[in-house]
């Protein structure tokens, strides 16, 4: 063994947020990371903290993550330390968003992917989510190569706004699912959240209906582009289907993106549905807490499609990066706030409270 790597496996000191088995947070030392065949690891130099941590951090959405004491964080942006011998499209120094899907990529039907630091919900998720089993709240942690998008022009934005990636991604990857295009009316039910404000800001070449309950949050919306963006908002002694009849002057709906985030009730979900033109699509990209009756006979006879959309595709990131560095897409129109790692129950405490363009980032190494 050379010396480089006996530095490498010889155990290090890191610190990091750690999940306890009775659900609080704590920051404390831990081993740093060691290299696996095909990993990297990476200089955490901000990770975006989602709004509904705290739902994960309490059990309530009961996301597994194995063995106790365990490191939260899925995604983060950072810079390569160190690669396994068997990496060569990266390098130390690189700047680098990492993707938190991991898992295999064969075509023998194995379904064993997790959010790297945050769930494993296949019944083959659980031995790789061992292998990767702690996140990026902490200075240091060890990926697969395969999930970095290299960042050729960090001095673009700041670290804390390139960490907004994970939800971007997320609602580009609900986008290619609705095979939205130029021209088309898109409506957008959960726009005043997160993920749902960030597919706003990448659908408007169409005609986006906002639809939300956060007037102020709407707000922020139709000032990205007020040509565009037409707020819808609801309120739940209203009649939905109605309300969104009334905003769309006559017209159909070309795709619906429903990203709401727990919902207790399908309505929002059938109103956009029934807005549907022939051969419309609904793309669903949220979470509900209770069924979606589907009305059989109107899929049937418009010809409706509804599609699930989960997280998105491998080459998803490197494309958003494409478009941030064309300036295509402008992170300055985002409210982005970092936190030291010390502080992540303040971070997950404001990410709860935070609506449309609005994020919390930790910053791990400040």
Same mark, same amino acid.
């Given at each position: 063994m050379d010396l480089q790597a006996q530095r490498l496996t010889k155990p290090a000191i890191m610190r990091a947020v750690v999940l306890q088995s009775d659900r609080t947070l704590i920051v404390k030392q831990v081993p740093s990371p060691q290299l696996l065949p095909g990993s990297a690891i990476v200089e955490v130099l901000a990770v975006q %903290?989602?709004?509904? /941590?705290?739902?994960?951090?309490?059990?309530a959405l009961k996301y597994p993550h194995g063995q106790p004491s365990v490191v939260l964080g899925p995604s983060a942006v950072g810079k390569v330390l160190h690669v396994a011998e068997d990496v060569r499209d990266v390098h130390p120094g690189d700047i680098v968003y990492c993707d938190p899907m991991v898992g295999s990529h064969s075509n023998n039907g194995r379904h064993d992917c997790i959010l790297q630091g945050w769930?494993?919900?296949?019944p083959d998720s659980l031995e790789t989510q061992e292998k990767y089993r702690n996140g990026a709240f902490a200075e240091r942690f060890v990926t697969p190569a395969e999930c970095l998008t290299i960042i050729r022009k960090p001095e673009l934005h700041s670290m804390a706004q390139w960490a907004t990636l994970i939800y971007f991604s997320v609602a580009h990857g609900a986008i290619l699912r609705g095979e939205i295009k130029a021209g088309q009316i898109v409506t957008i039910s959960g726009a005043t959240g997160g993920i749902g404000s960030c597919a706003v800001l990448l659908a408007l070449a169409a005609g986006v209906l906002a639809m939300g309950r956060n007037t102020a949050a709407l707000s922020r919306l139709v000032v990205l582009?007020? /040509?565009? %963006?037409?707020p819808v908002v609801l309120r739940p002694d209203e009649a939905l289907l109605t309300v969104l009849k009334v905003a769309l002057k006559q017209h159909e709906v070309d795709v619906a993106l429903?990203? %709401?985030g727990h919902a207790d009730t399908p309505n929002i979900a059938l109103a956009c549905l029934n807005c549907l033109k022939r051969n419309g699509i609904l793309v669903l990209d949220g979470s509900m807490d209770c069924p979606l009756p589907i009305p059989y006979g109107l899929v049937v006879r418009k010809n409706l499609e509804i599609r699930g959309a989960y997280m998105s595709s491998r080459s998803t990131p490197q494309t958003l990066v494409?478009?941030?560095?064309?300036k295509v897409l402008n992170f300055d129109q985002l409210e982005v706030k970092g936190f030291p790692l010390d502080t992540i129950t303040e971070c997950v405490k404001? /990410?709860?409270? /935070?609506?449309?363009?609005?994020?919390? %980032?930790?910053?791990?190494?400040?």
């Open positions: %903290v989602a709004n509904f /941590a705290t739902d994960v951090i309490s059990g769930s494993a919900h296949e582009d007020p /040509a565009r %963006v037409v429903d990203i %709401v494409q478009l941030v560095e064309s404001q /990410a709860r409270m /935070a609506s449309a363009l609005q994020f919390m %980032v930790l910053e791990p190494n400040k």
